[in-house]
């Protein structure tokens, strides 16, 4: 039986650090903010152009914005949090505890929803002050498509945690890599049709293709985005659970060899 109790410890845990790392709040202020305003005002000047294609680019430019911030932040959120044991060296503090390894990973899920939450906060008022946007449009589009990229993030996330319980501290960097290298493929801020063709087949593994690809259309054409979601659905589903998985697995054979070999 999952307990809430160990679960909301483990975000406590990661949600006090706010309080003493800079960088953190950085990620969920800054780095947003910069993307708000670099692809925003793109997204302006492309739409003030007058060329009839690119109705309602500024809204779609911003949705890509906000969107991908729950892919790129949150996957890396949850692979800080991962990495922030390892820095501490407080993996073998923390797994002597009586604490399940489902149960951490539940923990993690819940502590990045909450990241996602105050990150999304923060560009809607970033857009607020910085654009003539209408808030409530933007934020009802969000919804529509924020749910598939939070089980994208997650499968990245677990991807990248994978990595490290694979080659230790040597993998963070690479774990990532990871994410930030799926961007060109996910349709964030640019339609998928401008890959190359080896890029266009590449894309159609990736969930967020489909949300991005659904997003852009309902915004820019009024389409039906139902089908697009529904394939974003489901790959990232199959894909966070698959994930969870395949680092359980992994992290528990690791114990069996020793945890202290991720510090070296």
């Known amino acids: 039986m999952i307990k809430f109790s160990p679960l909301w410890a483990i975000t406590i845990r990661h949600l006090r650090l706010y309080k003493h790392d800079l960088n953190l709040l950085l990620m969920i202020t800054f780095w947003p903010l910069l993307d708000v305003v670099t692809w925003g005002y793109l997204g302006s000047w492309i739409q003030e152009s007058g060329i009839t294609q690119f109705h309602n680019y500024k809204l779609v430019a911003l949705l890509g914005v906000l969107l991908w911030q729950i892919v790129g932040r949150g996957a890396n959120g949850i692979a800080i949090a991962f990495n922030e044991e390892l820095w501490s060296n407080n993996i073998l503090n923390l797994f002597s505890l009586p604490l399940r390894l489902l149960e951490w990973c539940l923990g993690i899920i819940l502590y990045f929803a909450l990241m996602i939450v105050a990150t999304a906060l923060c560009g809607f008022i970033s857009i607020y002050m910085l654009y003539d946007a209408c808030l409530s449009t933007l934020a009802y589009n969000f919804l529509i498509f924020s749910l598939p990229l939070f089980f994208t993030a997650i499968w990245l996330g677990f991807t990248s ?49 489909y949300i991005f690809t659904g997003m852009r259309a309902y915004v820019l054409y009024q389409q039906d985005p139902t089908s697009y979601l529904i394939k974003g659905y489901c790959i990232s589903i199959i894909y966070a659970i698959s994930t969870i998985g395949i680092f359980m697995y992994l992290f528990n054979r690791c114990k069996q060899k020793g945890i202290t070999r991720l510090m070296d």
């Open 161 to 209: 945690l994978s990595i490290v319980v694979l080659l230790g501290k040597r993998g963070v960097e690479l774990g990532f890599v990871v994410v930030w290298f799926l961007l060109p493929f996910s349709g964030a801020y640019y339609p998928i049709e401008v890959l190359p063709e080896w890029g266009q087949t590449l894309s159609t593994f990736f969930p967020m293709s």
